[in-house]
């Protein structure tokens, strides 16, 4: 992955993102070391002290967690909390978004549904 400096997001919440991203790829399974601050800011190149505000976003969000002298490690149940708060937060976010956006167009119900069933033929057919 490479950051994007000129995203209105900032990079440390794009930090997570990714590792939350590698979690639920399972490139990091349940109670296994990730990365530490230092090798995400050599990984990045970015600011250590970035690389771990990153980090402690998901320590707060209970993903991770710490093991006193030796790094963070995914949470027994990492995957499935990313999954709902995914769910819950941008999904939602991102579906009342379209549904204003066809408003605004004066797309019908039947006409959104039609096109999300499209879509969602299109991604699983690959």
């Not at 990153?54 to 209970?62: C, I």
């Not at 027994?76 to 999904?91: F, H, Y």
């Not at 605004?104 to 299109?122: C, P």
């Given at each position: ?65 710490k093991k006193r002298g030796l ?20 999904l939602k976010r991102m579906v ?31």
């Amino acid at each position: 992955m490479i950051l994007n400096t000129d995203d209105t997001k900032p990079i440390y919440i794009q930090i997570a993102e990714w590792l939350e991203n590698e979690i639920l790829s399972e490139n990091f399974k349940s109670g296994q070391k990730v990365f530490s601050q230092y090798q995400l800011a050599e990984l990045f190149n970015i600011n250590p002290a970035t690389a771990a505000k990153g980090l402690n976003v998901l320590a707060d969000e209970n993903i991770l967690y710490k093991k006193r002298g030796l790094g963070m490690f995914v949470a027994d149940r990492a995957k499935q909390m990313i999954l709902t708060k995914r769910k819950n937060e941008t999904l939602k976010r991102m579906v009342l978004e379209i549904v204003l956006e066809a408003e605004r167009l004066g797309v019908s119900k039947e006409e959104l549904f039609q096109m999300i069933i499209e879509a969602k033929d299109e991604v699983e057919e690959g």
